[in-house]
């Protein structure tokens, strides 16, 4: 079996686009929130789901595909 010797790039993903729907008492939670800390609504839930992710040894978004 041949290996190949094509050379290997770096492709880093870049951010996508999500739409869920939750219940009231979150989305009122998530609002309350990101007006507390001056940052919009996908930003926090972004940032909280990521944090989710990484904490649960989920998340790959630093690494790069090769």
């Known amino acids: 079996m041949a290996l190949s010797t094509a050379p290997r790039t770096l492709v880093f993903r870049r951010p996508r686009r999500i739409t869920i729907t939750v219940p009231h008492h979150a989305f ?3 609002q309350q929130r990101s007006d507390l800390e001056g ?25 790069p595909i090769c």
Do not use: V
Not at 42 to 61: K, P
């Open 39 to 63: 940052r919009s609504l996908s930003n926090l839930a972004a940032y909280l789901l990521e944090t989710s992710l990484d904490q649960d040894g989920l998340a790959q978004a630093s690494h």
């Open 28 to 30: 009122s939670a998530l």
